[in-house]
């Protein structure tokens, strides 16, 4: 079921359509530490309309994955720029990597790198993230096979338990709660901003 | 002393000033329950020159002062879309209270809410956040006064401890770590994105 969510979110991603950045938001983490971790990245679209899971990508060598098998929790804070809403989208994270045995998971994982720009997938045979700075010549890479993912190439699901929508156009903003409760259904209140 | 981050981080704001909502970031912390939480504050510029520290504000009744109250940890991302690139600042939380007895500290706070606009002040009379809608008259707040903080009024200091600089422009990306060492002392170092 299309969670009561969606209608806004998908109005907001429609009216800011004009700018490229409104499809990225800030996934904020927790390290194995204990530590906040915060970094932005790219929505790739829902996928599908029964969990109402929102996908990334990432690569097996980012930080987050650590983060991720530490403990799968997530809040998503996207921020429209023109529309000047906030949705912060909590939930559980998921992995689809090279080894997943899903078959609709794997074939999503497929899909999403097929559908990357060339740069987007050069990315992944870049050499090691935060490692100290390689030669330019090891980011020359050969363009990729759209066919094949890479094995360091994951999906990354948001499953969404919690949604606050706030709006700050009108006077006063608008705050939304949507909460995930039994059996995948959601109730939602308007609250106080 | 001037962190070395503070040179790149005010180009960056500089180079997007044009925008209003490029003194917007995202700022992760841990909930009780061990949850990240992430959403958007507006950047209140710095309170000093030496430990360069990041200022924002808050309320009493935010959800997150739990989480500082809980872990002061934190970690910024800052995005900023005309330039393509992104800040990440991790570090420690301080909230400056009316209780407050550091001199400096209190007279940083005052001057805070005295810089912010009269519809700024009046969200800190407005009606508990996040509890089931208020009537609209009860946002309906008398102009409050510019040199006298509300109780609920709270500064709020991010002082850095680890800066991850971000340039997506440039092929390859260009990224750099930035670390605080013992006594104060910066170091910094080029990465692979």
Same mark, same amino acid.
């Given at each position: 079921?299309? $969670?009561p969510w969606r209608s806004p979110l998908s109005s907001a991603i429609h009216h800011n359509r004009s700018k490229p950045y409104s499809r990225y938001f800030q996934l904020a983490t927790v390290n194995p530490s204990g530590y906040p971790a915060n970094r932005t990245v790219v929505f790739?679209?829902?996928?599908?309309?029964e969990q109402n899971q929102l996908k990334v990508i990432t690569d097996a060598r980012s930080a987050k994955i650590q983060d991720i098998e530490y403990q799968p929790l997530a809040e998503a804070c996207w921020y429209f720029t023109k529309t000047r809403e906030q949705f912060r989208i909590s939930g559980k994270l998921q992995l689809v990597t090279v080894a997943e045995t899903d078959l609709d998971l794997q074939k $999503?994982?497929?899909i999403t790198w097929h559908e990357l720009s060339d740069s987007a997938r050069s990315q992944f045979a870049w050499p090691d993230p935060a490692q100290p700075m390689a030669d330019k010549s090891a980011f020359e890479v050969e363009q990729l096979d759209p066919h094949n993912p890479l094995d360091n190439f994951y999906l990354l699901l948001l499953t969404p338990q919690k949604v606050d929508h706030l709006q700050l156009k009108g006077d006063? !903003? !608008?705050r939304c709660l949507y909460t995930l409760q039994a059996e995948q259904?959601?109730?939602h209140q308007a609250v106080n901003p």
């Open positions: 079921m299309l $969670a790739r679209g829902f996928l599908d309309d $999503a994982r497929k006063p !903003q !608008q259904t959601w109730t």
